[in-house]
């Protein structure tokens, strides 16, 4: 849990990186883009560094602390004295066994603590906001500020585990989902809170707030695996790692269809591997993001050295998204072997003139769609823009084999004329049927190969404004 020279610290912080009002701009700004061998030994040496965290072969049972698997009892006091127990012993493996268990408030993980689901497991999670007191330090859609407790919560911790096959319910749709219409007040005071630079201990929401907490939430972590489990019904973001390092994510479900139910948002993070993983959500499978506009400048840390491989998705906003909340840089992205079913945006690069920042370095390939509303979307005009003149950088983008039977629009590609998407490679792309092939403008540096829309190929100049 955070401290209040923690919270302090983080207050203080506010306004270093935004004293001239600028945002961030990343060192290796003009670096040319590398070649494809280069890539894949990029993409071999973010595998290498990647390794799940071990445990100690011991077992703390939630039952022999109290737990008692009926559906009625409260567990979280039991759960909370294994995960107790098995930090002070210096590790081990806290055991859900089978059954149902209902959960009034947060899991707080330790470090060197797995959480283990076993089969047939369901931990159903309280749908009272009271139970989720006292606030916590976390990241509201890109924004810092102390709010109710996510469901599952660690905070700086090393060597943190949640797996098996059992389930997490949280139970969004009995009261958090609805608080989506009634969070308009308090998005925008966050958002305001974040443009002026007010410290993080004096961003409180909680009680007489709508921010829903997130469903998994990992803020500072290291050396993270995240295997076999469920997640449903969540009351927003479903895993949500903040400024974490050395994350794999493996063969986790996500199915939920609340306001908001991203999959997984990796933020600020370096060194994240998911894969094996099926996403069936009510908004983005996989949003990569780095912070929003001068809240994320003030942190400054960008998502890098991402890798998402041989997932299934289907979504009723986009499958693969980066941002829109991407204001401290995203960069070293490698997405492939993905197969979509049914999603609104199949490939969606969203961002906005508050925003600043960059997205560099992206590799997406070996992608299957069957049917999208957009297949493949750039914008710089994502919605909530209020009014900031700062363009964000995006370029050095590489989209191979990437294929979808039908959609709407095929290829939307927008910039602005004081900051035109650059160096765009789409190489054997294809839509079989889309009634509205195109719609181009803003940019430089663009390469098409091989890209066919209702079977005809694309040939457009290098450069259009």
């Avoid at 670096?31 to 973010?46: C, G, N, Q, S, Y």
């Avoid at 309280?126 to 919560?153: F, Q």
């Avoid at 960069?331 to 560099?360: C, Q």
Wanted: proline share 6%.
């Amino acid at each position: 849990m955070p401290t209040r020279r923690d919270l302090l610290r983080a207050g203080l912080a506010v306004g270093a990186g935004t004293a001239l009002g600028l945002p961030r701009v990343d060192a290796g700004a003009q670096t040319p883009a590398p070649a494809p061998d280069d890539d894949a030994r990029e993409l071999a040496a973010i595998l290498a560094r990647i390794r799940p965290p071990t445990f100690p072969a011991r077992d703390f049972a939630v039952t022999a602390f109290g737990g008692v698997a009926d559906g009625a009892t409260d567990c979280r006091p039991a759960i909370a004295r294994a995960v107790a127990a098995a930090n002070a012993a210096g590790g081990g493996r806290v055991v859900v066994s089978k059954g149902a268990w209902r959960c009034d408030g947060p899991i707080h993980l330790k470090s060197r603590v797995e959480l283990h689901l076993a089969e047939g497991a369901t931990v159903r999670f309280s749908a009272d906001p009271a139970h989720y007191l006292p606030l916590v330090l976390t990241r509201w859609e890109g924004t810092e500020c102390l709010n109710y407790s996510p469901l599952v919560y660690a905070y700086q911790a090393t060597g943190v585990a949640i797996t098996g096959r059992g389930t997490l319910d949280g139970n969004g749709k009995a009261t958090f989902a609805g608080w989506r219409a009634r969070q308009d007040a308090d998005v925008n005071r966050l958002r305001q809170m974040g443009i002026d630079g007010v410290p993080v201990h004096e961003r409180v929401f909680g009680p007489g707030h709508f921010l829903r907490p997130g469903m998994i939430q990992l803020w500072g972590c290291r050396d993270v695996l995240l295997e076999g489990f469920s997640v449903v019904d969540a009351p927003f973001w479903g895993i949500h790692p903040v400024y974490c390092q050395n994350v794999t994510v493996r063969g986790v479900t996500v199915r939920s269809h609340n306001p908001n139910n991203d999959g997984i948002d990796p933020e600020s993070s370096t060194d994240v591997l998911v894969e094996k993983c099926t996403f069936d959500t009510g908004d983005d499978c996989i949003a990569i993001k780095s912070g929003r506009d001068q809240d994320g400048w003030r942190v400054g840390q960008a998502s890098e050295n991402i890798v998402l491989r041989d997932c299934d998705m289907t979504s009723l906003k986009a499958a693969l998204c980066l941002g829109s909340e991407m204001s401290g840089g995203i960069r070293n992205v490698f997405l492939h072997d993905v197969r979509v079913g049914s999603t609104f945006t199949g490939i969606y690069f969203k961002t906005n003139l508050d925003r600043g920042g960059s997205i560099t370095h992206v590799r997406i390939r070996d992608v299957t769609m069957r049917e999208a509303e957009l297949f493949v979307n750039f914008t710089t005009a994502y919605q909530g823009y209020r009014g900031g003149k700062f363009p964000p950088d995006v370029r050095d983008v590489r989209i191979e084999r990437v294929t979808c039977e039908r959609a709407k629009t095929g290829i939307r590609a927008v910039g602005v004329p004081d900051a035109p998407l650059r160096d765009l490679v789409l190489r054997d792309v294809a839509v079989r049927a889309t009634p509205a092939p195109h719609e181009i403008r803003h940019v430089t540096g663009l390469r098409l190969e091989n890209v066919r829309l209702n079977g005809a190929p694309l040939a457009l100049p290098a450069t259009i404004g």
